[in-house]
């Protein structure tokens, strides 16, 4: 069980769209639909803002998208806001009642 | 609304046990189906899955630390408990309680209400 793969960072202006790479293998995110998207703001505990890949939870802004192709399954954020500063992380079912993460990704607003 | 929050002794010496508990407020553990995982981040360092709890009380832990860990459900005390045995200096971490999010036929597994976190600090 290895742990997903996510740039150390990214970063874009207010306003502009940004996207974070989540890439796994076969045995996880390109054999399941179970990828799903954390925030955690310094000192918070993360806080879920894409689940099955694509959908959101109740309250999280449509600026949030996930999409997945083969291994890799991406975050997009839209309209960038300085309150989306944050560390994003991935996470997908990897079979046999098994979770992995991503390293984490840390977006800075410019 | 469904809170969790975690407790813990703080600091634990090496080679010792481990034990956190995890207080569900807002629902009945009794009366919901609900499952449970926890989830630990090491200082300056990222998530790491430690394991499921199903309602049922079936578990599935991470294979790194299969053969240390042991979660179990207090349902008269509407509790989850994290037991991790001979600890060392890398399981400093702060240790988070989730719920892993359902439908009524399946699960998500995705972590849908977090807990604050309760930091763990191992040193002698």
């Known amino acids: 069980q290895s742990a997903l793969t996510q740039p150390p960072s990214a970063s874009g202006a207010p306003g502009q769209s940004v996207t974070i790479s989540c890439t796994g293998s076969?045995?996880?995110?390109?054999?399941?639909?179970?990828v799903s998207w954390y925030q955690q703001r310094p000192g918070n505990a993360p806080a879920l803002i894409i689940y099955?890949?694509?959908k959101r939870p109740s309250g999280v802004p449509d600026r949030f998208s996930g999409s997945r192709s083969g291994n890799t399954a991406t975050l997009t954020v839209s309209g960038l806001q300085a309150e989306d500063e944050a560390d994003y992380y991935c996470?997908?079912?990897?079979?046999?009642?098994?979770?992995?993460f991503g390293g984490g990704t840390t977006l800075t607003v410019l | 609304q469904l809170q969790l929050k975690e407790t813990g002794p703080g600091l634990v010496k090496p080679s010792q046990t481990l034990s956190l508990t995890c207080t569900v407020s807002?629902?009945?553990?009794?009366?919901?189906?609900?499952?449970w995982s926890w989830v630990r981040q090491p200082p300056t360092k990222g998530l790491e899955w430690i394991g499921f709890?199903?309602?049922?009380?079936?578990?599935f832990y991470n294979p790194s630390l299969n053969s240390r860990v042991t979660m179990s459900i207090e349902r008269s005390k509407n509790q989850i408990s994290l037991t991790l045995t001979s600890v060392t200096v890398a399981d400093t971490a702060v240790y988070f309680c989730?719920?892993?999010?359902?439908?009524?036929?399946?699960?998500?597994?995705?972590?849908?209400?977090w807990g604050q976190g309760t930091t763990v600090t191992v040193s002698s």
């Open positions: 807002g629902v009945s553990i009794r009366r919901g189906d609900y499952s």
């Open positions: 709890i199903y309602y049922g009380g079936n578990t």
């Open positions: 099955e890949f694509n």
């Open positions: 989730a719920r892993v999010g359902s439908s009524s036929t399946y699960y998500y597994y995705s972590l849908d209400v």
């Open positions: 996470s997908s079912f990897a079979g046999s009642h098994t979770l992995v």
């Open positions: 076969s045995s996880d995110i390109g054999a399941y639909i179970y």
